[in-house]
T-cell receptor, first 116, second 111 residues
Framework: DGGITQSPKYLFRKEGQNVTLSCEQNLNHDAMYWYRQDPGQGLRLIYYSQIVNDFQKGDIAEGYSVSREKKESFPLTVTSAQKNPTAFYLC???????????????FGDGTRLSIL | SQQGEEDPQALSIQEGENATMNCSYKTSINNLQWYRQNSGRGLVHLILIRSNEREKHSGRLRVTLDTSKKSSSLLITASRAADTASYFCALGNTGRRALTFGSGTRLQVQP
């Protein structure tokens, strides 16, 4: 079955530590996204990528970094500069990067990040 | 705000009843999408309605869009306990290269 796999499901970060969240898709989608969701809130866009080796900042990129070396993979690093990283992180993908704002997105099941 | 605003924030109904949730927005859009999120899970795409469409159906779901009022509604008919989830509207606009999500309506369907 095609889909998006996020790992790990739960992650704990120590002060001053960088952590990396994995996102892999086998849907052959061009575009991939990272969102942050705080309790009882909607989704806020962190980064997105239209194509391999290209990515753009979203609304809340500070303290985060990404890479897109392969079409299937879009890992997110939460750096020590992100002072309030506790949240639910969702990765998504969509077809047709030419009109990303118009395409349905497919989501993984998220990674819950907490501070130790 | 560029995001949609859902109303109500929370809704509790009995199984078999209809559930209606609304989304209002302020920007121009190319399409509006509805998603469902079960607790602790990712979002699932339900339906997409384009700006030149007024109504779409998918199974027990009915979505309307009124671009003059900048609002959309999602109707779930004959609700089931399994419909318990949060529902989000998302705005699609080619001027912005990603969807913009609202804060959601939490639906509780009592068996």
């Amino acid at each position: 079955d095609g889909g998006i796999t996020q790992s790990p499901k739960y992650l704990f970060r120590k002060e001053g530590q960088n952590v990396t969240l994995s996102c892999e898709q086998n849907l052959n989608h061009d575009a991939m996204y990272w969102y942050r969701q705080d309790p009882g809130q909607g989704l806020r866009l962190i980064y997105y990528s239209q194509i391999v080796n290209d990515f753009q900042k979203g609304d809340i990129a500070e303290g985060y970094s990404v890479s897109r070396e392969k079409k299937e993979s879009f890992p997110l690093t939460v750096t020590s500069a992100q002072k309030n990283p506790t949240a639910f992180y969702l990765c998504a993908s969509s077809i047709d990067s030419g009109g990303m704002g118009n395409q349905p997105q497919h989501f993984g099941d998220g990674t819950r990040l907490s501070i130790l | 705000s560029q995001q949609g605003e859902e109303d109500p924030q929370a809704l509790s109904i009995q199984e078999g009843e209809n559930a209606t949730m609304n989304c209002s927005y302020k920007t121009s859009i190319n399409n509006l999408q509805w998603y469902r999120q079960n607790s602790g899970r990712g979002l699932v795409h339900l339906i997409l309605i384009r700006s030149n469409e007024r109504e779409k159906h998918s199974g027990r779901l009915r979505v309307t869009l009124d671009t003059s009022k900048k609002s959309s509604s999602l109707l779930i008919t004959a609700s089931r306990a399994a419909d318990t989830a949060s529902y989000f509207c998302a705005l699609g606009n080619t001027g912005r290269r990603a969807l913009t999500f609202g804060s959601g309506t939490r639906l509780q369907v009592q068996p």
